[in-house]
């Protein structure tokens, strides 16, 4: 029964706070919050206070588990708390403790004011088995020793070194750094170095039940079941909704032929993961243990459905049930590829406690020809690039609301892609993998009426704009997932660090969001991602993606997914660059363009433009044939700029923006159209007319300055007058 899978750890961060009460450290379970609200069935909710200040936070329930973790400081009856993850928490609120019971001022189950019921774990002590809290230290101190004995003292120095340079990338700290190198190790089937790494995870955060659980795994490839047991006794006391624990401390017991106790165990673990093939095959093997093989052969078809062959492929139809469990070595221990003719290793996962317990098709196990796993596919993967972008046109980046002077035009583009990428395939079809993540969110709005505004010339464009902290950020990404035989790719994890995004001058905090492609908008964007693999000709096993998906949101209306991962030992730079916006620089200090301009059909006007600008002392001039189209004064024209006019009395007002370099320019002042007050006798409007006005105007290059327009217009024709002189030339 060897089912290997990297996996996610709980994190549990350590912060030193100062003196406590020595009577407050310690293990609370939650009872209920103030307003009623209690655990669910089979949920336990666990709150571990540390004599240094820590806290953290276990919360497990069938199926899935949570932990947490942060800081507290009690004195003087007063408390406060703070979590990493979760909003809860309490500043400098009263807090009891009375006897087992302490009441903390804040819920757990639910938002609102109110409190929560915590009672003390202590008076579990003596129920405890070898193994319980009071011993676990030493248990673990003792195998850490045995594991430091060996004769690889080179391969330990080295995954000492390879943990202290980890350490920094991830969040858990040295403990998870080196829980991953043990995970590395382990895969490889190095397993003493990755019983020093597990072992020294463990003994850096020995509350982790994920560290425990695969130490004891790889003490069960060993053949070293008493500390393997003494382990797993104390995690499923402490965890007891964990199904991986409860799978491997009952294959512990059917290898030491105590079968009977191992019954309630995989009963338990079936019961908290029905889809696991592994557990009713280790059922069996205790029922076939016990004498009762004609009961052993239903579990063993239970098996096979649920996708787990066994070392004896004993659940296939037509198949004998086996006299040692396949290949295993049945009780002798030897380290075989069956149960309980080899050793189980059943990695918990904080995603979905104990995992699949391994795939159809696994080469380990043996799996039905049809749907064996490409060996092939197998290895470690690099990306050439990983993208999510929107905005990535005019049309996609901009939206316009409302009209005329009250009218206001949006640019957003937004952009994350990795910059670093790794992914390793295991022989089960597990993935895991970590990254980095560069986000780029970049918008500018436009209106003509903010030009009026007094702070306007203090905070010109930036007052306006939307940017990251530093144009872009970079965020860690790890994650796991799974691959089947057909190539079906499913990952979980995106980055959780939030982002720092200045919105008009103030920094707030915005959620990450995945380079890889969602099922569908809202919360699924969250995860898991799917994606296909193949072997590709040419480049051989790879996962391809180009998609879009719409969003149906004002702002960012769809988004476009790239990824291009292939199989490969070399290390790869992905395609993942950050486009510096260009520094916007003023084309003429002053300028006067003369216009002419046909409107052959309703809504559609061509004009036909000369303008003549001043710049360093030299004339320059620049024809210009435009053909804008909209109606309602809100005009797109050719070349993409989006323009808006409007009035109101004498009150006139405009704006222009445009997206192939972000600049935009916005006026306000006062005019007159003479179409507008002249009628004939039957108060029809004049076909011809005259306009005038004069405005005062803010261009993103060029700054503040005077426009003056005049032009005339006589049925379908057009033609007119522009000046301008910026402030930086003077009047």
């Not at 079941?225 to 382990?231: G, K, L």
């Not at 969110?441 to 940017?467: E, S």
Request: with cysteine.
């Amino acid at each position: 029964m060897k089912v290997r899978r990297v996996v996610l750890v709980f994190l549990l961060s350590l912060f030193s706070m100062g003196l406590l009460a020595q009577s407050l450290p310690g293990t609370y379970s939650l009872v209920g919050d103030s307003d009623g609200t209690k655990p669910k069935s089979g949920a336990v909710i666990k709150l571990m206070l540390g004599a240094d200040g820590s806290v953290s936070l276990s919360a497990v329930q069938p199926g899935q588990t949570f932990q947490d973790s942060g800081t507290y400081r009690a004195s003087g009856g007063r408390m406060t708390m703070h979590f990493e993850a979760m909003d809860k928490g309490c500043m400098n609120q009263k807090y009891s403790l009375q006897g087992p019971v302490l009441t903390l001022p804040f819920k757990m189950l639910s938002d609102g004011p109110g409190a929560s019921t915590w009672t003390s774990a202590a008076d579990l002590n003596d129920e405890n088995p070898p193994g319980a809290p009071q011993d676990i230290a030493g248990v673990i101190a003792r195998t850490l020793s045995e594991s430091q004995q060996q004769d690889n003292q080179q391969q330990r120095s080295n995954l000492d070194h390879l943990a202290v340079l980890t350490a920094p990338e991830v969040k858990g700290g040295l403990a998870e750094a080196y829980y991953v190198q043990a995970n590395i190790f382990f895969l490889k089937n190095y397993y003493y170095e990755a019983w020093y790494g597990f072992a020294k995870a463990s003994s850096l955060q020995p509350n982790n039940a994920v560290y425990l659980n695969n130490l004891s795994m790889v003490l069960m490839e060993l053949d070293k079941y008493d500390d393997a047991v003494s382990i797993l006794t104390w995690v499923t006391k402490w965890f007891p909704n964990l199904d991986a624990p409860l799978g491997n401390l009952g294959v512990a017991y059917v290898k030491g032929q105590k079968c009977s106790k191992a019954m309630p165990l995989l009963e338990k673990a079936m019961r908290l993961s029905p889809d696991t093939g592994i557990y009713p095959y280790a059922y069996g093997k205790a029922l076939a243990c016990m004498g009762r093989k004609q009961e052993a052969k239903r579990y063993y078809v239970a098996a096979w459905e649920k996708g787990f062959p066994g070392s004896g492929r004993e659940g296939e139809p037509g198949a004998g049930e086996g006299e040692n469990g396949g290949s295993g070595s049945g009780a002798s221990g030897s380290s075989g590829s069956g149960a309980p003719g080899g050793s189980s290793g059943i990695p918990g996962s904080p995603e979905r406690p104990g995992g699949h317990g391994g795939q159809p098709g696994n080469r380990d196990s043996g799996g039905a020809k049809q749907r064996q796993f490409p060996p092939e596919w197998v290895g470690h993967y690099e990306a050439k690039y990983v993208r999510a972008r929107s905005g990535e046109n005019a049309k996609e980046a901009n939206t316009q609301f409302g009209k005329g002077m009250i009218g206001t035009n949006v640019n957003l583009q937004t952009l994350a892609c990795a910059k670093e990428f790794s992914m390793d395939i295991s022989s089960t079809g597990h993935i895991s993998g970590h990254g980095k993540v560069m986000y780029v969110y970049q918008g500018k709005a436009v209106n003509p009426a903010m030009g009026l505004l007094p702070t306007f010339a203090m905070v010109g464009q930036g007052g306006f704009a939307t940017d990251l902290k530093g144009g872009y950020q970079i965020r860690d990404w790890s994650f796991s997932g799974t691959v089947d035989p057909d190539g079906n790719v499913e990952i979980r994890g995106i980055p959780e660090q939030d982002l720092d995004l200045i919105n008009v001058g103030k920094v707030q905090k915005i959620k990450t969001w995945s380079p890889l492609p969602p099922d569908a908008p809202g919360p699924a964007m969250r995860g898991p991602f799917h994606m296909t693999l193949a072997t590709e000709k040419k480049s051989g096993p790879a996962i391809r993606v180009d998609q879009w998906l719409n969003l149906g949101d004002k702002l960012i209306r769809r988004v476009h997914y790239q990824a291009y991962i292939v199989k490969s030992n070399d290390p790869i730079t992905p395609d993942c660059k950050y486009v510096k916006p260009k520094e916007e620089k003023c084309p003429a200090s002053e300028y006067i363009k003369t216009k002419v301009s046909m409107s052959p059909h309703e809504g559609v006007t061509v004009e036909a433009s000369k303008t003549f600008s001043s710049k360093d002392g030299q004339v320059q001039t620049q024809d210009e044939t435009t053909t804008k189209i909209g109606t309602d004064s809100i005009n797109v024209d050719t070349s993409g700029k989006i323009s808006a006019e409007g009035s109101k009395g004498m009150f006139t007002g405009s704006a222009e923006f445009n997206p192939t370099d972000g600049s935009y320019a916005v006026s306000v002042g006062v005019g007159v159209d003479t179409a507008s007050v002249i009628k004939d006798a039957t108060g029809v409007e004049s076909p011809a007319s005259i306009s005038e006005k004069v405005e005062f105007v803010y261009d993103s290059k060029c700054g503040f300055g005077i426009k003056g327009t005049a032009g005339v217009k006589a049925g379908k024709v057009g033609a007119g007058v522009e000046g301008c002189v910026f402030f930086n030339k003077g009047i």
